[in-house]
């Protein structure tokens, strides 16, 4: 649903934030706080996707594509990504 929605890029750039919904769900689920390293490490890539965001944005209302059209694909992008961020490892 996101990819028909909005640009693969992005799709892709918001999966990035998977470590952030990582720490969101430990932190929910958990109850369990990360050290104060790690949430500060994933700041750079959620300023980094937050800028991409932006420009994607930009881009797709000169393109003339609805903003609520964006905004449906940018929702199943994080859905997407929440959903999955939590997979064990081997």
């Not at 890029?9 to 050290?35: D, K």
């Not at 700041?43 to 881009?59: C, F, K, Q, R, W």
Request: charged fraction near 10%.
């Amino acid at each position: 649903m996101a990819i028909a929605r909005v640009s693969v890029n992005l799709v892709n750039t918001v999966r990035s934030l998977g470590p952030l919904f990582s720490i969101a769900i430990e932190r929910i689920a958990l109850h369990h706080t990360p050290p104060r390293a790690v949430v500060l490490s994933i700041i750079p890539t959620i300023l980094g996707v937050a800028l991409t965001s932006y420009d994607e944005m930009n881009a797709n209302s000169s393109a003339g594509l609805s903003f609520v059209i964006f905004l449906v694909g940018l929702s199943a992008a994080v859905v997407s990504t929440a959903s999955t961020s939590n997979e064990p490892t081997a």
